[in-house]
């Protein structure tokens, strides 16, 4: 009998138990007298972590599938507590590790991956900050349930802010404003509490990074995203890069769109809205979406059908919004049961589809780096993740007339454009991010300034109509990285960037394409950055060049379509 998610299994860590043990543990590393001794204890050490891991998951996951849920609301509440003080435990492991006698030996075996992510992982934590790491988790999970706690009364129904969606796309422009001014009221009766949390994270991780040491929560950030290969001064250039190049395509694109839904100026609750007959939706419900799914990853290869049908049989999904759910989506993977599990609130619209999709590109690499003895290469850091992600959205394009019917070239061309349209809104939470984290005194009232100064430069199209807060600068209040996730953000443009050779390449050789992200998934976080994308045989991001010629071939693509007739 296939064992489900419902059914496996949570207890709360002994962390006391599991501190003790692992002392014992770190003893016999460091008296082991060869490598084949020590591998045997990092080989237990690695299912106490596990074990951790997959009760860590399994609490959040079913917080935030609920989070009226008091029983897993406190479990999440007690990792949210405890996390420095299992960092703590992690790190003697990561100590003994990076100064182990055999380390040549190890590293031949685990790769040097592991040591690169393990001294990282010592640069970022100290217990002189255990207690403001504490108040950073809090804060994070406080905003969470404040934007999962909106019921908002419109159209008759009481809604929270993932069931907007369809609202924001639909046909009828002053529906679209009303339902843009609702999701403002609520965001506008939370603006000083939102922003109040954040001026609390952001003051609270400029501590933790003067305290450890550091100039500045940037430089702390990127040891954090564990970015090994790549600095500040090379995101810094790729911004720019995205300023010089794809802004003005971008704006292009939005002119487009205006004439195409037929406004004389576009404005931001217009553009969700792609077509005057309407954007593509899916045909059909959530179960006919996942049906379709099965179909789908069962002609694209073997390995998705055998994941894809794993998934499935082990209820691995959560995907319909309701209500007391938070927001958003993402994969996560449970080492316990190398199980992958897929969260999203599906709404009626396109996103249903491409959230799929990209999600169950995690959760696809996930399952073919499930081999690895190395829990630290389930994932790679996070620009190489959304690689897989973003590019099994392109990867999926032959079956997208199964969700999409007649509008299928619909779908494309939004979705094309839409991606291309990300880019500069994702550099500017970046820099946006920079420009805080530099300046920590800024009030929320100067921050707010700084978010509108960056619009002018990367979203000169951006036109509120006047709909409060938006027009204060605070449209950044939903961008939820900002509060759980620092720094995590200009990860998805990059990954973007190395995705679109993907569907280039997919377009004039699917197999060979499919075969390198194949092998790419498999290499799990086994490298860092640069070298998985050497790996797949992409070019960087950060290449000369590159971004143009990557921006030239979908600027070519799109060019061609009169989507006035789609």
Same mark, same amino acid.
């Not at 073997?302 to 082990?314: A, G, I, L, R």
């Given at each position: 009998?296939?064992?489900?998610?419902?059914?496996?299994?949570?207890?709360?860590?002994?962390?006391?138990?599991?501190?003790?043990?692992?002392?014992?543990?770190?003893?016999?590393?460091?008296?082991?007298?060869?490598?084949?001794?020590?591998?045997?204890?990092?080989?237990?050490?690695?299912?106490?972590?596990?074990?951790?891991?997959?009760?860590?998951?399994?609490?959040?996951?079913?917080?935030?599938?609920? /989070?009226?849920?008091?029983?897993?609301?406190?479990?999440?509440?007690?990792?949210?507590?405890?996390?420095?003080?299992?960092?703590?435990?992690?790190?003697?492991y990561y100590t003994a590790l990076?100064?182990?006698?055999? $380390?040549?030996?190890?590293?031949?075996?685990?790769?040097?991956?592991?040591?690169?992510?393990?001294?990282?992982? =010592?640069?970022?934590?100290?217990?002189?900050?255990?207690? =403001?790491?504490?108040?950073?988790?809090?804060?994070?999970?406080?905003? &969470?349930?404040?934007?999962?706690?909106?019921?908002?009364?419109?159209?008759?129904?009481?809604?929270?802010?993932?069931? @907007?969606?369809?609202?924001?796309?639909?046909?009828?422009?002053?529906? $679209? $404003?009303?339902?843009?001014?609702?999701?403002?009221?609520?965001?506008?009766?939370?603006?000083?509490?939102?922003?109040?949390?954040?001026?609390?994270?952001?003051?609270?991780?400029?501590?933790?990074?003067?305290?450890?040491?550091?100039?500045?929560?940037?430089?702390?950030?990127?040891?954090?995203?564990?970015?090994?290969?790549?600095?500040?001064?090379?995101?810094?250039?790729?911004?720019?890069?995205?300023?010089?190049?794809?802004?003005?395509?971008?704006?292009?694109?939005?002119?487009?769109?205006?004439?195409?839904?037929?406004?004389?100026?576009?404005?931001s609750f217009d553009e969700a809205?792609?077509?005057?007959?309407?954007?593509?939706?899916?045909?059909?419900?959530?179960?006919?979406?996942?049906?379709?799914?099965?179909?789908?990853?069962?002609?694209?290869?073997?390995?998705?059908?055998?994941?894809?049908? @794993?998934?499935?049989?082990?209820?691995?999904?959560?995907?319909?919004?309701?209500?007391?759910?938070?927001?958003?989506?993402?994969?996560?993977?449970?080492?316990?049961?190398?199980?992958?599990?897929?969260?999203?609130?599906?709404?009626?619209?396109?996103?249903?589809?491409?959230?799929?999709?990209?999600?169950?590109?995690?959760?696809?690499? &996930?399952?073919?780096?499930?081999?690895?003895?190395?829990?630290e290469y389930q994932f790679p850091?996070?620009?190489?993740?959304?690689?897989?992600?973003?590019?099994?959205?392109?990867?999926?394009?032959?079956?997208?007339?199964?969700?999409?019917?007649?509008?299928?070239?619909?779908?494309?061309?939004?979705?094309?454009?839409?991606?291309?349209?990300?880019?500069?809104?994702?550099?500017?939470?970046?820099?946006?991010?920079?420009?805080?984290?530099?300046?920590?005194?800024? /009030?929320?009232?100067?921050?707010?300034?700084?978010?509108?100064? =960056?619009?002018?430069?990367?979203?000169?199209?951006?036109?509120?109509?006047?709909?409060?807060?938006?027009?204060?600068?605070?449209?950044?209040? $939903?961008?939820?990285?900002?509060?759980?996730?620092?720094?995590?953000?200009?990860?998805?443009?990059?990954?973007?960037?190395?995705?679109?050779? @993907?569907?280039?390449?997919?377009?004039?050789?699917?197999?060979?394409?499919?075969?390198?992200?194949?092998?790419?998934?498999?290499?799990?976080?086994?490298?860092?950055?640069?070298?998985?994308?050497?790996?797949?045989?992409?070019?960087?991001?950060?290449?000369?060049?590159?971004?143009?010629?990557?921006?030239?071939?979908?600027? &070519?693509?799109?060019?061609?379509?009169?989507?006035?007739?789609?």
């Amino acid at each position: 009998m296939v064992t489900q998610f419902n059914d496996y299994v949570y207890e709360r860590p002994d962390l006391n138990h599991v501190s003790k043990e692992v002392d014992t543990l770190i003893g016999s590393f460091n008296d082991s007298d060869s490598a084949d001794g020590q591998t045997k204890v990092i080989d237990r050490l690695n299912e106490i972590f596990n074990t951790i891991e997959t009760m860590y998951s399994l609490a959040y996951v079913r917080s935030s599938i609920n /989070t009226k849920d008091e029983f897993y609301d406190r479990e999440r509440n007690f990792f949210d507590e405890n996390s420095p003080a299992i960092t703590e435990i992690q790190n003697k492991y990561y100590t003994a590790l990076v100064d182990s006698l055999y $380390r040549e030996k190890l590293e031949n075996r685990y790769g040097s991956q592991l040591f690169a992510l393990a001294e990282n992982q =010592l640069k970022s934590f100290d217990t002189s900050v255990s207690s =403001l790491m504490q108040e950073e988790n809090r804060l994070s999970t406080e905003y &969470s349930k404040l934007l999962a706690s909106a019921e908002i009364e419109f159209d008759g129904r009481t809604l929270n802010l993932s069931e @907007f969606g369809p609202y924001a796309e639909h046909s009828d422009r002053d529906t $679209r $404003r009303s339902a843009a001014v609702a999701v403002q009221g609520f965001m506008g009766d939370n603006l000083e509490k939102i922003d109040d949390i954040y001026d609390k994270l952001v003051k609270t991780r400029d501590q933790i990074a003067k305290k450890l040491g550091y100039k500045d929560f940037v430089e702390l950030g990127y040891v954090r995203m564990n970015r090994i290969d790549y600095d500040r001064d090379m995101v810094e250039n790729f911004r720019n890069q995205v300023a010089d190049y794809i802004v003005p395509v971008v704006s292009k694109l939005k002119e487009r769109q205006s004439r195409r839904i037929g406004v004389s100026s576009l404005k931001s609750f217009d553009e969700a809205y792609d077509f005057v007959d309407g954007n593509a939706s899916p045909v059909g419900n959530t179960k006919h979406i996942m049906a379709n799914g099965a179909k789908m990853y069962k002609e694209l290869s073997k390995e998705t059908d055998e994941f894809y049908t @794993f998934m499935t049989e082990h209820d691995l999904f959560d995907v319909e919004a309701k209500k007391g759910k938070e927001g958003g989506g993402y994969c996560t993977f449970l080492p316990a049961y190398n199980s992958p599990f897929i969260f999203s609130n599906f709404n009626g619209t396109l996103g249903d589809v491409t959230v799929l999709t990209h999600e169950a590109g995690h959760a696809f690499q &996930s399952y073919m780096s499930r081999h690895f003895d190395v829990p630290e290469y389930q994932f790679p850091t996070l620009e190489s993740a959304e690689i897989h992600s973003m590019s099994m959205e392109y990867f999926t394009y032959p079956w997208m007339h199964l969700f999409f019917g007649d509008k299928t070239d619909k779908f494309k061309f939004s979705h094309l454009a839409d991606n291309l349209s990300f880019l500069p809104y994702g550099v500017a939470i970046d820099e946006f991010q920079h420009i805080v984290y530099e300046n920590p005194e800024l /009030t929320p009232e100067e921050r707010r300034e700084e978010w509108k100064k =960056l619009e002018e430069k990367y979203l000169p199209h951006r036109d509120y109509d006047g709909i409060q807060p938006l027009e204060s600068g605070s449209f950044w209040h $939903r961008q939820g990285h900002l509060f759980s996730s620092p720094f995590y953000y200009i990860d998805y443009t990059l990954a973007q960037i190395c995705a679109i050779q @993907f569907w280039k390449r997919a377009v004039e050789d699917f197999d060979a394409a499919w075969h390198d992200y194949v092998e790419l998934c498999k290499l799990g976080g086994s490298l860092p950055f640069g070298g998985l994308i050497e790996k797949a045989k992409l070019k960087s991001p950060f290449e000369a060049g590159s971004l143009k010629s990557v921006v030239d071939e979908v600027s &070519s693509y799109l060019d061609s379509i009169d989507d006035t007739k789609l």
